[in-house]
């Protein structure tokens, strides 16, 4: 297996994002690219990666499986300069990281065995779709986060509502004019503490794209012209005191 990937920069931020989420991934290589599917240990988050083969500059491989821990993986890749690129080769038990930019740099990361199941992302039934500047989301997460440690989504009128409400109250709402819905109403109620981390793959794409139903897991996509970035993230159930 070897793949070539120009202006690496992205896949870096990528992998610094799933970090946050989980240790230790199985980087799947296979004739349609290369892809990452990993579930958090407290199973209330999963993450969804892929990088077309027509992203890469060069392209070798049948169908591997790389079993890497992702604070080393992005410590090395964290390495890559702009404007360079990348080189991923496997040797025996080894992956071996070449980084071409102003001078050539080598590094070797030895594969590890990761317990995991092969999963995909599940396909779920969503009653409303949210598309968005993905600018807006992580503004009207960052409000909710300053009063609560959860907030709502709601979609109620035709509006598209964001809030959080504890001794002190949050609230982005949003029209037909600045976002794109397709819903019914609807409304689900989700961590922070995980939404934080995810919106942080709206700095590598303008739009994000919402999927959720009442009382029902989140579907997060960042999508751009060479990468799939998504979440799916399981509700915070509202119980009566």
Known sequence: MLVKLENPAYLSKIVDIISE????VRIKVNEF????TAIDPANVAMIGFKLP???FSEFEAGSEVLGVNLDNFKKILKRCGAGGSLILEKKENQLEIRIYDKIKRTFSLNLIEVESEDKEM???E???RVEMLSNYFVE??????????ACSFIVKEGKF???ARSLNSARSEFSGDEV???AEDCKARYSLEYLQKFIKGAKLCDRAILNFANEHPLRLDFKAGHFELSFILAPRVETDN
Request: charged share 25%; glycine share 4%.
């Open 180 to 182: 794109k819905i397709e």
């Open 126 to 128: 969503f009653s409303s």
């Open 33 to 36: 690219g290369m892809s990452i």
């Open 21 to 24: 989420l989980v240790t230790e």
């Open 161 to 163: 509502i964001i809030e």
């Open 122 to 124: 599940p396909s779920l």
């Open 53 to 55: 083969k027509s992203a």
């Open 140 to 149: 009207a997460v960052e409000d909710c986060a300053v009063v609560d440690d």
